[in-house]
């Protein structure tokens, strides 16, 4: 899947209630399972049709749809996982909380449930209870898409400043997923700041073939070139970057020469 690199998404996404205590037995996604009945088929569908709302960035209306599928059946989790990932889009933190906290009391096995919570956990300040969350979603067996965990672990470990361990997760995303555009620009980056600039340049290519480049792979560009003496690659990205990303925060380091 191809995504602007920078965004940072906790995911592109019952039984019965009981204490949370942290991620459970392995388990396929809820959202995958065939639903028991009625109530669970009409709250599953509600909760689709409010991740493609949720997916094009109509906020109030996929918020309602969660709602509409949790009222119709209390006990289906996914519809109180995606009303956490539209009260985390709208910063609203307790709110997402609340309703992730539900969510993982429902389903503590669900692994997109897991990496959803461990998203908000992470962007709430509770980073080391984050990574016990993506861990238990990436190693779920049954998880389609263990590449989004790894991703949001690396990510979160670049916010408690653990580039190793940062890096091992990027990769591992990497692995599970060869399209992770996000994954491989990290990997880049963080080659580029250990000096290993030959290896980013190689990343960086790797990830120019997989999507547009835009402002942020543009000035990594510039910058590696730059410390490789490639003087034509670093001036193709300078132009690139000048002509189609005007404005921007890369272009203005640029304008100005700050390069580091």
């Known amino acids: 899947m191809k995504r602007a690199i920078l965004i940072l998404s906790a995911a592109f996404f019952a039984g019965c209630a009981g204490t949370n205590t942290g ?3 392995s388990a396929a996604p809820v959202s995958e399972q065939a639903p028991a009945g009625q109530a669970e088929r009409s ?10 709302y949720l997916q094009a960035g109509n906020l109030a209306v996929a918020l309602e749809e969660a709602r509409l599928a949790a009222a119709i059946d209390l006990g289906y989790a996914p519809a109180f996982d995606l009303m956490g990932l539209v ?3 709208l910063n609203e933190m307790p709110q997402a909380g609340t309703a992730f ?5 429902l389903a503590p096995g669900d692994p997109q449930i897991a990496n959803d919570y461990g998203w908000f956990l992470c962007l709430s300040g509770r980073e080391q209870e984050a990574f016990k969350y993506f861990e238990a979603a990436a190693r779920n067996p049954l998880y389609k898409t263990p590449t989004r965990p790894y991703t949001n672990a690396g990510l979160c470990y670049l916010r408690v400043k653990d580039e190793k361990s940062a890096e091992a997760n990027f990769q591992r995303a990497a692995m599970a997923d060869g399209s992770n555009a996000q994954a491989i620009y990290h990997l880049s980056n963080l080659a580029y ?4 600039y030959f290896n980013a340049k190689k990343l960086l290519g790797e990830l120019h ?3 547009e480049p835009n402002s942020e792979s543009l000035w990594l560009g510039v910058r590696i070139e730059r410390k490789i003496g490639d003087r034509q690659a670093e001036a193709s990205y300078s132009s690139q970057l000048r002509r189609k990303f005007a404005g921007t925060p ?3 380091a640029l304008l100005q020469g700050n390069y580091e």
């Open 193 to 196: 700041k250990r000096g290993d």
């Open 101 to 105: 906290e539900r969510a993982s009391q």
């Open 209 to 211: 073939r997989l999507m």
């Open 23 to 25: 991620p459970g037995p």
């Open 43 to 52: 709250a599953k569908t509600h909760t689709e049709l409010g991740t493609l």
């Open 87 to 89: 009260h985390l889009a």
């Open 250 to 252: 890369e272009h203005q």
